[in-house]
């Protein structure tokens, strides 16, 4: 009984001393010291931030307001949007002129930011992200597309899509073919030597499109890409933009004054005064 009772002091001390912080070994968390390597949580932490990110809507906005002229007349360009996009959808963005549309566009492209409210792409709060890191990850996200095209006039078809790869690193011999092989899924590889002024509307539509997708962002924002063409070029820039979305699951956001190339969208948002007031997805495309 007696040697029952001692072992049961000694392992009582034993555990008493195992709990009291060592004097010499303060206890790392509470002194917020670095754990040893093989605690240290980072690289659980950062795949549960990727996974966090991947499984986000690509774009979720929450309350944008944008009012313009503050020094004259105010113009509320964005009163209150929200809006979740999922990964892979193609988005038309319908409205009347004025009503905040290529606003709207410029807040998700980051190329403006708004008075009020949250921006979030690809799971990330871009006004998180180092100055010098913005750069890299608007191109890995986003890629534009305009009404204008915006192609340099000078340069061949080739040099523009190569355009942005002008300032990123890698093996040169790479980029091109990378910029080649974005001509080629347009179309346009045959005419990559050519200028703008030798292609027609479609044609440099269709490069524009090329240079958006050239660094394989996760979305591409079009803004009225198909408001300068003829009926006909238009769809067939569309259903380019449709072939694209389901081979290459990139997500699109189409500003359009069009009905015939919303409805080749998987869902149309329409705003007005700065809101989006409706949206439903039409008949022909149901599923994202
Ligand atoms: N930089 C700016 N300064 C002042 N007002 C602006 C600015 N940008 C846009 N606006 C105003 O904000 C409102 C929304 O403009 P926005 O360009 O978003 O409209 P939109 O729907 O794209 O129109 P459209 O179909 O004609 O392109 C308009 O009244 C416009 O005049
Ligand atoms: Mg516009």
Redo the contacts with the bound molecule.
């Keep these: 009984m007696a040697v029952r009772n001692r072992r049961a002091q000694a392992s009582t001390r034993r555990s008493a001393k195992r709990a009291a912080p060592s004097k010499r070994s303060p206890d790392r968390r509470s002194t917020g010291l670095r754990q040893p390597k093989s605690r240290r949580p980072m690289a659980k932490q950062i795949f549960r931030k990727r996974r966090q990110a991947l499984e986000a809507p690509i774009i979720d906005l929450k309350g944008l307001h944008?009012t313009?002229?503050e020094t004259g007349v105010p113009?509320?360009?964005?009163a209150g949007v929200s809006l979740k996009v999922p990964r892979g959808e193609m988005l038309a963005v319908m409205?009347?002129?004025?009503?905040?549309?290529?606003?709207?566009?410029?807040m998700i492209g980051l190329l403006?930011t708004p008075d009020r409210g949250s921006v979030m792409v690809g799971g990330q709060d871009p006004s998180q992200i180092k100055r010098r890191k913005l750069p890299a990850f608007r191109q890995r996200q986003i890629g534009l597309v305009f009404q204008q095209k915006n192609l340099i006039p000078t340069l061949t078809a080739l040099e523009n899509v190569y355009l942005p790869f002008r300032y990123t690193s890698g093996a040169k011999s790479v980029k091109r073919e990378q910029a080649e092989e974005g001509l080629r899924l347009v179309g346009m590889f045959e005419r990559a030597n050519h200028r703008p002024s030798q292609l027609s509307g479609g044609e440099q539509q269709r490069v524009a499109i090329a240079r958006a997708l050239v660094n394989s962002p996760a979305m591409v924002l079009a803004?009225?890409p198909t408001g300068e063409l003829d009926s006909k070029t238009g769809h067939s820039i569309v259903k380019l933009m449709q072939n694209l979305n389901a081979k290459l699951g990139q997500t699109f956001v189409l500003?359009t004054?069009n009905e015939a190339v919303a409805a080749e969208c998987h869902r149309i948002v329409r705003?007005q005064d700065?809101k989006i007031v409706s949206e439903h997805r039409p008949r022909k495309r149901r599923a994202a």
């Design positions: 944008k313009y002229g113009v509320h360009a964005l409205g009347p002129s004025g009503s905040g549309k290529t606003s709207l566009l410029n403006d803004d009225e500003v004054h705003m700065g």
